[in-house]
Structures are given as C-alpha cells and as structure tokens.
C-alpha cells in the first residue's frame, strides 16, 4: 500500500486503476483536492497531484479484500475487466466472476455512512454493446437490450443488479455504457487493445492492415481522456444520473476504412516510410455479426444532465496514439 499526503474532500474509490480507462480516470481524479483511492491487482504508484492517494494492490474478486478496498468510500468507479476483456467471457468461467460476481459482492459490502449520509455513489463502466445488434442509428440508450455475446450479457446483468440495489436506497447507481475507447496509455502496463491501437502497432510494424469487411462499417470512437472525463463528470453531477444508464460517445460514427487509411498516414508522417495498405479480407468464422454492424452513439442527454462533451479529435487522438506506441517500441529495444 503506497500513500500521498492525505488531502480534504470525498473518499473517492476506483477499481481497475491500473487498467486503460482506469489509469486514466485515476489521473483525472488526481488533479483533485480528494482522497483518493486507487484499487488494482497490479503494483503502481501514485499519480502527482493534489489528491491525496493510496494505492490498494489487492484481488477484488475475494469478498473480504473488496470489502475493505472500498471501506468508507463516498464514491465507487467500477471499472473492472476480466484478463482477456471481453473475449474471455465466451470460454473463461472466471470472466463471469469478475463481471458479474464483483459487483454482487460490491452491492452487498458498500454501507452509508454515519449520521444519515446519503447511500454510496456507485459509477460503473458499462459497454454500448450491451444493447447487442444494434436496431437503428444513432442509438441514445432508450432501446430494448438484446445482448448477442456472453461479455454483453454479463455487464447487462451487473448493470440490472446496481439498477435494483439503486431502487432499494442501497447505493446511487449511474452506468456510463462506453463506446470503442481508445487512445494512449495513462499508465505503465495499461494498454489499449481496442482496434486503433491494435492497427497502430502493425503499421509501426510495417505490416498491412486488414478489415473484415469493405471499410463502410462505423464505430463510435472515443479518446482515453474524454471517456476518463465522462466519469468525472458523473461524479460531479451525479443527481439527474442516478438509475440510469447513459451512452459516451463522440456522435460521428467513424467509417473504419478511414480510421485505417489515417492510422496508415499517421505512422507514415511519423517514420517517413509509406503508408502501409489497407486491404479487405475475409472475416474468420468466429467474429461476432456485431462486429459487421455499424454504431454511432447519440450522448446528448448524458452531455445536457453535465455538460460534458468529447474534446480530442480523431486525427489528434490517432497522432497521439501512434506517438506513444512509437516511443514504446523505441524504449522496449
């Protein structure tokens, strides 16, 4: 356990610090006159600021040390993800335990403080995929939720459990349900292994980028730092949000053949060889059909309850991106 001086303020408490939205709320929060609680199974070290922090090693899905990492706190960010994200919920019993059996132990450790105190705020890091197929575009969360892979269903699930804890008066519950984050790393260890980053590293590489498709298909895509900023947000205006959950995201609905053609141009400008091709392939036989359907997220009702929008381009999100991955790859030799 590693501490900074103790700073006044809430108990902030945020689970899956060390992960890659999780490194980069924790230094969001850290810019903060807080205290700050910094909850991972990995080793880290605070991040410099105001706040004051302690950094809590520990595995959260035993009961015992969950309910002493999260003791005391005014508030709760919930951004666990089981080792191999979202894939290893399809093969992994262990994902589910994660997904799903953390937050049941977590709606059931968390208590109110003394004197009346309002129940714990409980913010949790939900996945726009939940809905499954995706019924029209833009969504803006008030559609049926049909979930269509075992990782969808197990964050629906731990989301309709905080739901009826929040009905009950135990906790405020928010869900923010993120778009494709990506972006680069907050902190040592926390890579992003969404698709632009995963095209990043093999255009460095110098090798051809390939889409399971003809480049038409849309995400949603969100720089690291505005999702991290969106649940600041929430933080501060918690009170319209509390049992609901409320789509992130940036409202362009990215042609991925474009995302590719700028991650190919960006590496380009940064090594001066020439763009790698972008080449269409055919899809493996397990991909997922979400993985051919388009998403672009309407977050105008998130944006009006707290004023919050995205700030970072994606041209400079992807330079950024490759920036850092770059630098990486030099330091790593």
């Not at 110098?206 to 505005?226: A, F, K, Q």
């Amino acid at each position: 356990m590693t501490r900074t001086p103790a700073a006044p303020g809430p108990l902030i408490t945020v689970l899956g610090a060390s992960g890659f939205v999780g490194s980069a709320v924790i230094r969001a929060l850290a810019r903060r006159p807080i205290r700050l609680r910094a909850v991972a199974r990995r080793p880290s070290e605070p991040v410099p600021g105001p706040a004051g922090t302690t950094v809590v090693t520990a595995d959260l899905t035993d009961r015992a040390a969950l309910a002493e990492a999260v003791a005391g706190s005014d508030a709760v960010v919930h951004l666990l993800l089981a080792d191999g994200g979202w894939r290893a919920a399809e093969s992994e019993p262990s994902a589910e335990r994660v997904n799903v059996g953390v937050m049941r132990d977590l709606l059931d450790v968390l208590r109110p403080g003394t004197d009346g105190a309002a129940p714990p705020l409980l913010v949790y890091g939900g996945a726009a995929s939940q809905v499954g197929t995706p019924p029209r575009e833009p969504l803006d969360g008030s559609e049926p939720d049909h979930p269509e892979t075992a990782y969808d269903r197990q964050k629906l699930t731990a989301e309709h459990l905080l739901k009826k804890a929040t009905a009950e008066g135990r906790v405020r519950g928010i869900s923010l349900r993120l778009p494709t984050v990506f972006g680069e790393s907050a902190a040592p260890g926390a890579a992003d292994r969404g698709v632009v980053s995963a095209m990043a590293r093999r255009a460095l590489a110098g090798e051809t980028l390939t889409m399971w498709h003809d480049g038409t298909v849309r995400r949603d895509l969100v720089h690291v730092d505005d999702v991290a900023a969106a649940f600041t947000a929430a933080l501060d205006h918690p009170d319209p949000l509390v049992g609901g959950h409320w789509l992130i995201g940036a409202g362009r609905g990215d042609a991925l053949g474009d995302v590719f053609r700028l991650v190919a141009r960006t590496v380009s400008d940064h090594t001066g060889r020439p763009p790698v091709p972008v080449v269409c392939v055919s899809p493996p036989s397990h991909a997922p059909v979400t993985d051919f359907r388009s998403v672009t997220i309407d977050s105008s009702p998130f944006r009006a309850a707290t004023g919050w929008r995205p700030r970072t381009s994606l041209p400079e999100g992807v330079r950024r991106t490759v920036a850092a991955l770059a630098r990486h790859q030099q330091e790593s030799r």
